[in-house]
């Protein structure tokens, strides 16, 4: 399959109840949506920003870079890449066969990662991907914050959960990461088009409403989402004391 059918969308809300304006952010002299913009177009041909901010309009603008308004409506970024989905299919009179969701908080997001879940799409039966990442520190397996994955032996997410999963009868916890490799997911989602205006349809199911997470919506109505792995480190920013962590790493 061509590169040039995939679409990388990279969705970004000014409001934040932890960091308000965190796209805009600067980082080294850029502001953070370009960082993300900058590591998305070493891998994708077709890049866009989906915001639904006048501010990150004119900043994603400034520098260049491919930008849809969308609905302040939206529940998800999931919601906001159908939205956007459409309307850039018809700014490039082209259709997509799938769309990467990329992280807008992610300032060195590995374009290696972003190609892992783009490359998913080139079997045709692909309907969703994602990552996970092997969970190397206890505390990592008891974050809740910290989603779990359990995966079956084809490839294919069988449950998400905010508990450690699986459950290791009759051993200490603090031995469960030596003895099983347990996997942390990375919110790095890649939908084929077609199934993504089909999920964003969908109404909130039972288990999405106890552990809080999307994608148990898609397993729940029987939607099948492909695992690649990683190991790579990500950065993630959510709130201005990650910011000031990550600026005093060296990284920049």
Known sequence: MEEKTILGIIPARYGSTRFPGKPLADIGGKPMI???YEQASRELKYVYVATDD?????????Y?????????????????CAEALTKIEAIENMTFHAV??????????????IASVANCFNDHNTELATLVK???????????NKPKVVI?????????????IPYFRGEDENNW??????YNHIGLYGYRADILMKITQLKTGTLESVESLEQLRWLENGYQIRIEETDEQAYGIDTP???ENLLKSGLI
């Open 34 to 36: 370009q960082r993300v």
């Open 54 to 62: 006048e501010r990150i309009k004119a900043a994603v603008t400034k």
């Open 64 to 80: 260049g870079g491919n930008v849809v308004m969308t609905s302040v409506d939206h529940q998800s970024g999931t919601d906001r």
């Open 100 to 113: 990467v969701n990329i992280q807008g908080d992610e300032p060195f997001i590995s374009p290696k990662q």
């Open 134 to 144: 092997p969970v190397r520190k206890t505390e990592d397996l008891f974050n809740p």
């Open 152 to 164: 079956s032996k084809d490839k294919y997410a069988l449950y998400f959960s905010r508990s450690p």
């Open 177 to 182: 990461v030596n003895k099983h490799t347990f």
């Open 241 to 243: 004391e990650d910011l």
